[in-house]
């Protein structure tokens, strides 16, 4: 198994990005429970046949449709490492733990967070954003929200972000008990950054209105194009309206590794909490989200929960008198620290930074190349990693829905779509360290070639066949 995955890792430019499962495929996968046991290698075998040829691509270069990471076999190996050891990071005196505490401690240090700040890693920035509206909850009400609820002035918080933001802030508001209604959406510039200025006028409206704004969200890294909001001038605002300051950096944030690209992150430091995602820029194997807070006794009384079970001693396994269950919700936590320790100690942040900042500048030259085709339009200005064009036609919106599909099962290459101002668009997020200038070329010609046959009037003949694992 270890051997094929070496070898699937080091041959992945040679197979397909993706491909479509047939329904003879699919239906292997509607089998009954299995109550006797069945032999490892006939398990495996399926595993070869079934699933790595339908994979989501992420690893391979010509991924470049959502933000996601590639990976490293040195992720690879410390994940298998973890499993060995199936450590329960929940809590307890023991050696992962303090992995884990030294990772909090590195990212600590990159934020330039103060020393009481705190960190624990979770699925991804979704759940590490959702947490952070709960520390803020907590900050703006006091104890007695965590038995009594939100009550009436809990009903009267308003939240802000950026039109431009990401989904899962409303949906934390939802699963907060604040409904998605008490998050602002605010209007974006030219730039798709928040308009602080209308920022400014929200708040004072809502507090003429009886309402108590609680909470900013700003944006390192938009989802639909990779804007970073005007950090600094959205943490003055917070501190002069006594509002917590919460940074969404799903992949942004990363971009602190980069000397080049730092700069761009100005005010980061001045959070009150950042979420972010190891597994993406930072190429960590999924899943490896995390949250930063600047104020860990703030944080730990967002969540810590005193129980008989979870006694504290001074001596032996139950140790330590602050376990990472006091910082999240979960009890039972996997050893996702462990991947993202090897990848950092391995490669070292210098290398990391350059790999972002290469990402960057690939995005630049497929924006250069959109440019120089007549057939092609930019439709918004590349900040970072993202890159949003479409194929020049009547229709436009449904030619690029099939062109963009078109390019999918033909394996070329795996971009998205999104919508930017109503008009449909073809997106590409650079994130894997694999991609390459040939890449890129591919991509453009793929477009190219199915849009002219899609305007034509031309149905696109598509064969393509990834192979199994050698067994």
């Known amino acids: 198994m270890l051997d094929d995955m070496f070898d699937y890792v080091a041959g992945i430019r040679d197979r397909p990005v993706w491909q479509p499962m047939s329904q003879p495929t699919r239906e292997r996968f509607r089998s009954r429970l299995p109550h006797a046991p069945t032999d490892l290698a006939e398990v495996y075998r399926d595993f070869s046949e079934l699933v790595v040829p339908h994979a989501t691509g992420n690893v391979h ?81 006091g104890a007695s929200v965590r038995t009594a609820g939100l009550g009436e002035t809990g009903r009267r918080l308003r939240a802000y972000t950026s039109k431009a933001a990401h989904g899962c802030i409303a949906k934390a508001m939802d699963i907060c008990g604040f409904g998605s209604d008490a998050l602002l959406g605010i209007a974006v510039d030219a730039a798709h950054r928040i308009d602080v200025a209308a920022l400014r006028a929200a708040i004072a409206a809502d507090r003429a209105a009886g309402l108590k704004p609680f909470l900013v969200v700003a944006s390192a890294g938009t989802v639909d194009i990779g804007a970073i909001d005007d950090l600094t001038e959205v943490a003055e605002l917070c501190r002069s309206e006594g509002l917590w300051f919460h940074v969404d950096g799903a992949f942004g944030a990363l971009a602190m590794l980069s000397p080049e690209l730092a700069s761009m992150l100005a005010g980061i430091e001045r959070a009150d909490s950042i ?95 959109v440019r120089a085709e007549p057939e092609l339009e930019l439709l918004a200005p590349v900040n970072l990693n993202i890159v949003c064009f479409r194929y020049r036609c009547e229709d436009a919106d449904a030619l690029n829905r099939e062109i963009v599909a078109d390019i999918h099962e033909s394996g070329l290459a795996a971009p998205s779509t999104t919508v930017l101002d109503g008009r449909l668009a073809i997106r590409a997020a650079i994130v894997n360290h694999r991609t390459d200038v040939c890449d890129i070329e591919q991509l453009i010609t793929a477009v190219l070639t199915f849009g002219r046959q899609r305007a034509a009037g031309l149905t696109p003949l598509i064969e393509i066949e990834a192979p199994p694992l050698a067994l």
């Not at 410390?78 to 990212?107: C, F, K, S, Y």
């Not at 934020?111 to 947490?131: D, E, K, Q, W």
């Not at 989200?289 to 139950?318: M, Q, S």
């Open 61 to 141: 270069p010509g991924f470049m449709g959502w933000v996601h990471g590639g990976g490293t076999v040195v992720g690879m190996l410390a994940e298998m490492l973890a499993a060995g050891l199936n450590a329960n990071l929940g809590g307890r005196d023991h050696a992962p733990i303090e992995i884990e505490r030294q990772v909090v401690d590195w990212t600590r240090q990159l934020f330039g967070f103060p020393r009481g700040a705190s960190g624990i890693f979770v699925t991804g920035t979704s759940m590490a954003n959702l947490m952070a509206v709960l520390v803020a909850r907590r900050t703006a009400l």
């Open 275 to 369: 979420a972010l995602d190891f597994h993406k820029w930072g190429q960590v194997p999924y899943d490896a989200g995390f949250l930063l807070v600047r104020d860990g006794a703030k944080h730990r009384d967002a969540f810590a929960a005193p129980a008989a079970y979870l006694r504290r001693e001074t001596r032996g396994l139950a140790a330590g008198a602050q376990w990472p269950c006091d910082l999240g919700p979960d009890l039972s936590r996997g050893f996702r620290a462990l991947k993202t320790w090897f990848t950092l100690r391995t490669f070292g942040t210098d290398a990391l930074g350059a790999v972002i900042a290469r990402s960057c500048a690939l995005a630049r030259h497929l924006e250069a190349r």
